[in-house]
């Protein structure tokens, strides 16, 4: 104490001695959040004191902006989009850019199979269909260097396009005659609906044309049907998961269900054993019957596996259940959470625009190529080919490169957002969730995303990428060397096997980056410890998160399959209650119904299963903060649930001695490093006394 007060006085004298006053003491509380150990962590509930983590990744995402916009702007210097989006001709001209045609930049076509010619603008009215006038036509250059004066075309027009004293498209003689049409990115497109068909159905299925035909007409009913009613049947569906009994109902009858399947299919393939032996005479062979009744026996021995199972996992399947209500009502106090998606289309547009130009002046740079081509019976014309430029090929992998982190970054934004929502939403007692948590509880979820683990987002999101990458590169070299890996059945089947290994390394970094980016929402840990964390966690708690997994895919799929039928039944109700309907058939707008209703749910039951992987993440971190055992954040029926068919307490005492054990060894690990600092800190403290001493004596003196 006299120390202390001697030192405190010595301060006040002096004011560069007050920093040893406050130095412990800033260090000891500095200590726990400056380590870079989070191991600590692991056993908290939800962090609020953050700190930026994989910020070197971060780094690397930024430089690979700055890279793909040095190459973008190179492509821009070289290269020139019209090379590749404006139209060419027969003679292999760019329309508006090249040789003699500069000034006519609109494309009109000749032929059926898409060659025609360059014209300053779209004819405005049709020409007769019985006109010879060479006026009233467009023909091929090669038709019009083989006959040069309007006499000789226009006998050259009703000797070869003409049937009946009308012309006929399907003739493909090199002239077409003019018909009223709109110029749509540069490209003469007929006004007359029956003209667009004719050409569309010279070479391709009348049934495609039906179809496209069936679909404008009712494009309204399609999309209010294929995205607004099935939206609102998407939260039909949330709102019943809420309620935990449906969800047992729904649970179980699948259950149950598949069982009564494996059941009919064991009963039907024995009895059809005994129908094939006592056939008279005799249908199959002793074989085929022996062969049969094996496979019966080994499906009786599957379903009685999958009862056994079913009785085992009973109270597993109940908990998932309750996980699953927790998690609608988790989407029902956060609506918003169903519109994260839009914020990664936004994301990804804003990438896109300078994407896709710099893609364009860079798959543009290089020069045009021209084929001659004489087929019999049609007028010569040319192909023109692109020649790119040598280093287009490797500028262009790097682009796709760019695009697949990019695009799985964007992706994984959200997902570690939608995680840190819910995350936030858990972590608040159940009675105060209803005045702290709503819409604006996502809005906080994406600041902290954005302020400190942009870096971990993008550590996965590159490593999914890389797995991406390696695989569009292997598909090239497929396509490239097709014929010699064909004659080489070795190759083929490594090139097999390499490309099944990818597509499962793929899903697995895809598992273990989600199930990270929750850890990452929970303790605010870099990427390769929330892999850790999150790894003995699932570990720890297999057979839990498994038998979710299963619950959880079971009642998503059967949403999806409510919904899309749904949705598609709605729409053919409607059309066949409607006896002035346009469409002249059903199929087509009932199929993209059913498409797009999927596409909608889909999007909405990816968004839910995160939301069940998350909350059950957290349930299972809260049950393991607790020495009890108890999620003191989950509802009252997982608590009651837990206690009574949690963790047995053997495994309970073993980890939390486990844990204690670890904790006992860094605390002496802590006390030795800490004696020796104590030891330094003597020594210098001994020093300034001396000297404080000296200073006291010198001015008392």
């Given at each position: 104490m006299g120390d202390d007060k001697l030192q405190k006085s010595a301060s006040m004298k002096s004011g560069k001695f007050s920093m040893y006053a406050l130095e412990d003491e800033h260090k000891e509380r500095d200590k726990k959040f400056k380590t870079k150990d989070h191991s600590f962590r692991a056993k908290e509930g939800l962090v609020k004191e953050r700190s930026c983590t994989d910020v070197l990744c971060l780094i690397a995402l930024i430089l690979m902006w700055v890279l793909l916009t040095i190459v973008g702007i190179a492509g821009i210097q070289n290269g020139d989009p019209y090379r590749i989006i404006s139209p060419i001709n027969d003679v292999g001209n760019i329309c508006g850019y090249t040789g003699n045609v500069k000034d006519e930049s609109r494309f009109y076509i000749v032929l059926t199979f898409g060659i025609g010619v360059c014209t300053k603008e779209c004819p405005t009215v049709d020409a007769p269909l019985n006109s010879n006038d060479p006026d009233s036509y467009y023909c091929l250059s090669a038709i019009h260097s083989a006959y040069s004066t309007n006499s000789s075309l226009s006998t050259y027009i009703s000797d070869n396009c003409f049937t009946s004293g009308e012309f006929d498209l399907t003739l493909n003689c090199g002239c077409n005659i003019k018909r009223a049409s709109t110029s749509i990115f540069h490209r003469c497109i007929f006004d007359d609906k029956q003209v667009r068909e004719d050409y569309l159905s010279a070479n391709t299925n009348s049934y495609f044309v039906s179809f496209v035909s069936d679909i404008y007409e009712v494009r309204r009913l399609i999309f209010g049907?294929?995205?607004?009613?099935?939206?609102?049947?998407?939260?039909?569906?949330?709102?019943?998961?809420?309620?935990?009994?449906?969800?047992?109902?729904?649970?179980?009858?699948?259950?149950?269900?598949?069982?009564?399947?494996?059941?009919?299919?064991?009963?039907?393939?024995?009895?059809?054993?005994?129908?094939?032996?006592?056939?008279?005479?005799?249908?199959?062979?002793?074989?085929?019957?022996?062969?049969?009744r094996y496979f019966s026996m080994i499906l009786m021995a599957i379903t009685f596996l999958f009862f056994c199972a079913m009785l085992y996992l009973r109270k597993a399947i109940n908990l998932s259940v309750k996980v699953i209500s927790l998690s609608a009502h988790a989407i029902e106090d956060m609506p918003m959470l169903i519109f994260t998606p839009v914020i990664q289309v936004i994301g990804l547009v804003l990438f896109m625009i300078p994407f896709f130009f710099y893609l364009l002046y860079v798959a543009s740079d290089g020069e045009f190529v021209k084929t001659e081509i004489t087929p019999a019976g049609v007028p010569s014309y040319y192909i023109t080919t692109f020649d790119p430029a040598p280093t287009v090929l490797r500028r262009l992998w790097f682009l796709v490169g760019c695009f697949l982190w990019q695009m799985n970054f964007t992706a994984m934004v959200g997902s570690l957002a939608l995680a840190t929502a819910v995350a936030m939403w858990y972590f608040t007692f159940p009675n105060e969730r209803s005045s702290k948590i709503g819409n604006g509880t996502i809005v906080d979820a994406y600041k902290t995303t954005f302020r400190?683990?942009?870096?971990?987002?993008?550590?996965?999101?590159?490593?999914?990428?890389?797995?991406?990458?390696?695989?569009?590169?292997?598909?090239?070299?497929?396509?490239?060397?097709?014929?010699?890996?064909?004659?080489?059945?070795?190759?083929?089947?490594?090139?097999?096997?390499?490309?099944?290994?990818?597509?499962?390394?793929?899903?697995?970094?895809?598992?273990?980056?989600?199930?990270?980016?929750?850890?990452?929402?929970?303790?605010?840990?870099?990427?390769?410890?929330?892999?850790?964390?999150a790894f003995y966690l699932i570990a720890r708690n297999i057979l839990k998160i498994g038998t979710v997994h299963v619950a959880s895919t079971a009642a998503l799929v059967t949403g999806r399959v409510f919904v899309s039928v749904a949705s598609a039944a709605c729409m053919y109700y409607v059309l066949n209650r409607n006896g002035q309907n346009e469409a002249s058939g059903f199929v087509a707008p009932v199929i993209l119904v059913l498409i797009l209703a999927w596409m909608v749910v889909t999007i909405f039951m990816d968004i839910f299963h995160m939301v069940i992987d998350t909350t059950l993440m957290c349930v299972l971190t809260d049950e393991e903060c607790r020495e009890d055992g108890v999620a003191i954040y989950a509802s009252t029926d997982i608590n009651e649930f837990i206690k009574a068919h949690g963790v047995s307490e053997d495994d309970k005492n073993k980890y939390f001695n486990d844990e204690e054990n670890k904790n006992e060894e860094e605390e002496e690990e802590d006390k030795k490093k800490d004696k020796k600092k104590d030891k330094k800190k003597d020594n210098k403290k001994k020093e300034k006394e001396t000297e404080l001493t000296s200073v006291v004596t010198t001015a008392e003196v």
């Open positions: 049907f294929g995205v607004l009613f099935s939206f609102c049947l998407c939260w039909v569906w949330c709102h019943f998961l809420a309620n935990k009994y449906v969800g047992l109902m729904l649970c179980w009858s699948c259950i149950f269900l598949v069982l009564f399947m494996m059941i009919a299919v064991t009963y039907l393939a024995w009895t059809t054993a005994d129908d094939w032996n006592n056939d008279e005479p005799p249908t199959h062979s002793n074989r085929e019957i022996t062969a049969l400190y683990h942009l870096g971990t987002v993008a550590v996965g999101s590159f490593l999914v990428a890389l797995i991406q990458f390696l695989r569009a590169v292997l598909t090239y070299i497929e396509r490239k060397h097709k014929r010699a890996i064909e004659l080489n059945p070795i190759a083929k089947y490594l090139l097999c096997c390499i490309k099944c290994c990818l597509v499962c390394l793929e899903r697995f970094l895809k598992f273990v980056s989600k199930h990270a980016y929750i850890q990452t929402a929970i303790h605010g840990t870099n990427y390769f410890f929330s892999c850790k964390t």
